[in-house]
């Protein structure tokens, strides 16, 4: 059974470009939320994408988009790259039983950004 | 608002030993409350969660964590702890009813001497 996949595993960017992370769900999982890690920090949840919607955002600027697919992977997108960008971005997967909040999410090893 | 605490930014014990990590979180309504590990390098491992019912939950490797909700606390516990537990400990809860965001405490690094 494979768990949560996320691509690339590093990424150098400078300031000023655009990026594109992916991830594919753990099987089974039709939820996929995204949370930046940075240095000596906890994870923060950026938003969550279901039935191929954004459902839930966290405290972040328009410049961070995402895309879910039919088969339920999903794009994260950052547009305008700052220094303060860097981070580990993890995805995190899950299967909406109904019982919000109840189920749990699984994540994936993440995609390392560095913007120069 | 809602929020997770975590004291201790760093631990050191010896192998052996026992172990407690600490977390506090603020929260208007019933808590989902997780622990979740970090290997360097490495996205996160769930331990253990608590939705409901007995406020003592068993997890992986060993662990356990106890909820007190007189004291909004959540803590992890292990009796004898070996070299392989090194990592970084992330305490979280659930947004219940805002579809499942987690919030993170700041998390607790814990070193194992031999």
């Known amino acids: 059974d494979a768990g949560v996949t996320q691509s690339p595993t590093h990424l150098i960017k400078t300031r000023g470009q655009q990026v594109t992370l992916r991830c594919s769900p753990k099987?089974?999982?039709?939820?996929v939320s995204w949370y930046q890690q940075a240095l000596g920090q906890g994870p923060q949840f950026i938003f969550q994408y279901y039935e191929e919607e954004e459902r839930q955002r966290g405290n972040f600027p328009d410049r961070f988009s995402g895309h879910q697919f039919p088969n339920y992977s999903s794009e994260l997108n950052v547009n305008a790259l700052l220094l303060g960008d860097s981070a580990l971005y993890l995805c995190a997967s899950r299967f909406r039983t109904g019982g919000a909040g109840t189920d749990t999410q699984y994540f994936g090893p993440g995609t390392r950004l560095t913007v120069l | 608002a809602q929020s997770v605490t975590q004291p201790d930014i760093h631990i050191t014990v010896s192998e052996g030993a026992s172990l407690e990590l600490r977390c506090n979180y603020s929260y208007g309504a019933t808590p989902y409350l997780f622990w979740y590990v970090q290997s360097p390098g490495q996205g996160l491992q769930l331990l253990l969660k608590?939705?409901?019912?007995?406020?003592l939950v068993q997890g992986i490797k060993g662990f356990e964590a106890e909820f007190k909700r007189s004291q909004s606390s959540f803590n992890l516990r292990k009796p004898s702890v070996h070299w392989s537990d090194a990592a970084e400990y992330f305490c979280?809860?659930?947004?219940?009813?805002?579809?499942?965001?987690?919030?993170f405490g700041q998390g607790t690094e814990l070193s194992v001497k031999p």
């Open positions: 099987s089974g999982h039709d939820t």
């Open positions: 979280a809860v659930g947004a219940g009813n805002q579809g499942g965001k987690l919030i």
């Open positions: 608590y939705f409901s019912g007995d406020t």
